[in-house]
């Protein structure tokens, strides 16, 4: 049994380089899980600095300097960035705490059309309608209390923010300007001789930055379409909700399912079962329908295609590790441990065509 175990560890581990992987592998796992909340902006700032690079890329391919193509993509990350902050969210915020107030008069609607259920259905019973209605509005008085009340507990919360607003632009200035002089920096730290690393790193580099920037255009595209479809339909909320819709698809599947359920109840206790509600459903499964069958084709054609149940369950097991930043990672994060699975060697297996990747790196 020793011997099979030892014969095992020799196979996986044939290389100093995997050994090496393993370690930043098991290092990167263990700050994300200890001190994931206090690198967030670094975490934040990579993320946005990686997806300018695309901009960048292009400007300097239709022969622009580089430094003329730096300061556009910051400049245009700069506008969008405080656009969100200052223009965006102060509209989100108002509508959601008129939500808040407004959800006893909500809650009560509600209870009137499931109070209906019982004399349709003899699956549910008026008592259950009762005590889910109870339950219900227990939790949303203790989220309105939470929301709309500021004491000096939240503070910190604020200071928070303020931190964000800060550091973000600044880091994404540095990642931005001196990118490779931090790449050079890093690549100190690796072995001379990193076979592996290099097969990985090209077969990750094109499928995570396609995938970080399309998600991005993404939320921007669905968020936007979202909003004006809902201003146009003169939808309650429609700032808040097309925010849902928007940020609902960093969640593969479960995301447009759960987003659903607020715009189907606003738009029924708005409106009820009439022409603009039908309307409301119909504008938008169209946005889901050309996101789902357009837009995400169209974005993400070059990163490798999952099966579903391997999307669901890496959204589950890295948002569980790693909260908010594990489920819009969990694609490319399951994609990288594919690609180490598929490229850890054994012994013989590293060839030559492997060491004319890593001198390309």
Do not use: C
């Not at 730096?70 to 902050?85: D, E, N, R, S």
């Not at 800060?166 to 931005?176: E, G, R, W």
Request: charged share 10%; glycine share 8%; no cysteine.
């Amino acid at each position: 049994m020793l011997r099979i175990i030892r014969n095992w560890i020799d196979r996986l581990f044939a290389e100093e380089e995997t050994v090496v992987l393993l370690l930043l592998l098991l290092v990167g796992l263990l700050l994300i899980v200890t001190l994931g909340n206090v690198l967030a902006p670094v975490i934040a700032s990579l993320v946005f600095a990686f997806m300018m690079q695309g901009m960048i890329a292009t400007l300097v391919a239709w022969r622009a300097p580089r430094w003329l193509a730096i300061t556009l993509a910051y400049l245009l990350f700069m506008g969008l960035f405080f656009g969100f902050i200052f223009g965006l969210m102060p509209l989100v915020w108002k509508q959601l705490t008129s939500l808040i107030q407004e959800l006893p008069v909500l809650l009560r609607e509600l209870q009137k059309t499931l109070m209906q259920w019982p004399e349709r259905s003899d699956l549910i019973s008026e008592a259950q309608v009762r005590d889910l209605v109870g339950a219900a509005g227990a939790e949303l008085g203790k989220l309105g209390q939470r929301v709309v009340s500021f004491s000096i507990a939240q503070l910190p919360n604020l200071l928070g923010v303020l931190i964000y607003l800060i550091l973000v632009p600044i880091l994404v200035f540095f990642f931005l300007k001196d990118k490779d002089q931090i790449l050079d920096w890093l690549k100190t730290f690796l072995p001379h001789r990193r076979p592996l690393m290099a097969k990985i790193w090209i077969e990750m580099n094109d499928q995570v930055a396609n995938y970080v920037r399309g998600k991005g255009i993404e939320i921007v595209i669905v968020g936007s379409a979202t909003y004006v479809s809902f201003i146009w339909l003169d939808l309650n909320y429609a700032a808040l909700l097309a925010l849902l819709v928007g940020m609902s698809v960093v969640i593969p599947y479960i995301g447009a399912a759960v987003v659903t359920i607020p715009v189907v109840i606003v738009g029924y206790l708005q409106w009820g079962v009439g022409p603009e509600f039908y309307t409301l459903l119909f504008v938008y499964g169209l946005i889901q329908a050309i996101d789902g069958n357009v837009l995400v084709p169209l974005l993400f054609s070059e990163v490798v295609n999952m099966h579903p149940v391997a999307i669901i369950l890496s959204v589950l097991v890295f948002g569980g590790v790693w909260g908010l930043w594990g489920v819009f990672f969990a694609i490319p994060l399951a994609t990288l441990v594919k690609a180490i699975l598929n490229a850890w060697p054994t012994p013989g297996t590293l060839s030559s065509s492997v060491t004319l990747q890593e001198e390309k790196v």
